[in-house]
């Protein structure tokens, strides 16, 4: 295995670049790391730099050319729903999980049917970057190959991550494909829960719920899960103080 510390996601060949057109908001977490603040109030309605973490998800969505996103739900379901109610770019579609938590794998397939047959993005709300010299989800969509990927996984440095404190989950190798850190080792690259995934990762998947971890590794062993390096920075707002951190970092990247 031969470890890259930069590019990611082979080249595109001269094929005709279709960007996606629908996306996948994971929203239906209980965000228990970040209670108390979660008690009261939906981890995706949470403030950071004075604008709720899932309205900035929506309108990066929005400017990378979505119009329709689908939002899972579970707690504090109505908060999420009055919240989104006036939404018009993406229009919003609510995939309800009231009746019990699905996890990522899960709350996709429920979602699949609304999500149409082509690629879409996939984000959690957590999920926050500061742009690089060019847009990520554009970068994104040219590095998309139908015809050799079922997902396309962002991946941010380690070293340069706010808001986290793992190790690390995969390694990158020359021709973009991913492999998972090995046990008691340090990977370069964490997953940033942004990605476009196709219909065809959740083709015979499991009932109820289940993490997408489990389909990212089935599409690890065919050689059809690849990665691309985030060229700006990556926060990860899961907790408290994650918040302050973001904010830091937001307001440094316009001084």
């Known amino acids: 295995m031969t470890v890259m510390n930069g590019g990611g996601a082979a080249p595109r060949n001269s094929a005709c670049v279709t960007a996606p057109t629908t996306a996948m908001v994971l929203a239906a977490g209980l965000g228990t790391r970040m209670r108390p603040i979660t008690e009261r109030l939906p981890k995706p309605l949470v403030p950071v730099a004075g604008r709720p973490l899932i309205d900035q998800v929506l309108d990066r969505l929005a400017a990378a050319g979505v119009r329709e996103a689908v939002v899972n739900v579970h707690h504090l379901a ?3 729903e009055a919240h989104l109610s006036g939404r018009q770019v993406p229009r919003i579609r609510i995939s309800d999980e009231r009746d019990g938590l699905l ?10 049917p609304m999500l149409g047959p082509g690629p879409f993005y996939l984000a959690n709300t957590d999920s926050l970057w500061i742009e690089g010299a060019r847009p990520l989800l554009g970068r994104l969509a040219e590095a998309w190959q139908d015809d050799r990927m079922d997902g396309l996984l962002v991946l941010a440095p380690t070293v340069t991550a706010s808001g986290y404190g793992g190790t690390g989950d995969f390694l990158l190798d020359t021709a973009g494909r991913l492999t998972r850190r090995p046990e008691r080792t340090t990977a370069p690259f964490a997953y940033t829960g942004v990605a476009i995934l196709s219909p065809r990762l959740f083709d015979d998947a499991p009932n109820g719920r289940f993490s997408l971890n489990l389909l990212f590794d089935r599409a690890i062993a065919t050689g059809r899960l690849h990665g691309l390096r985030l060229d700006g920075l990556w926060m990860h707002v899961g907790t408290p103080s994650a918040i302050a951190e973001a904010e830091t970092m937001i307001e440094n990247s316009v001084l």
């Open 78 to 80: 109505d908060q999420i």
């Open 103 to 112: 996890d990522t794998g899960g709350g996709i397939v429920r979602a699949l």
